[in-house]
Nanobody
């Protein structure tokens, strides 16, 4: 059974940075594309970024392009999300998952409907 543990969230001011981490177990990590999603109160979960397992190609949602960077370390079964220039609209619970990672229109799709506990990011002055 795949398990993920997200961490690194917090309360930050606009314009600052955070780095989220997600460690996965129960899967051959290096063989899966990984992605980050977020869900704000009252909104649907949306794909934020993903990184492929083979070429490490990264794909980003329009709202985070140029500000967020996804990376992975297969030695530690960990995927990261570096978030710079944070805005109040980035406030959400962030989740990671194994994904199908494609540019639009296919986009970022979680392979399972089972999610970790997420990590809360709150951007507020």
């Amino acid at each position: 059974q795949v398990q993920v543990v997200e961490s690194g969230g917090g309360l930050v001011q606009p314009g600052t940075s955070l780095r989220l981490s997600c460690t996965a177990s129960g899967l051959t990590f290096r063989g899966y594309s990984m992605g980050w999603f977020r869900q704000a109160p009252g909104k649907e979960r949306e794909g934020v970024a993903c990184i492929t397992y083979k070429l490490r190609t990264s794909i980003y949602g329009d709202s985070v392009k140029g500000r967020f960077t996804i990376s992975r370390d297969n030695a530690y079964n960990t995927v990261y999300l570096q978030m710079n220039g944070l805005k109040p609209d980035d406030t959400a619970t962030y989740y990671c998952a194994a994904v199908d990672c494609h540019p639009p229109p296919l986009g970022i799709r979680a392979l399972s409907d089972s999610w970790g506990q997420g990590t809360q990011v709150t951007v507020s002055s």
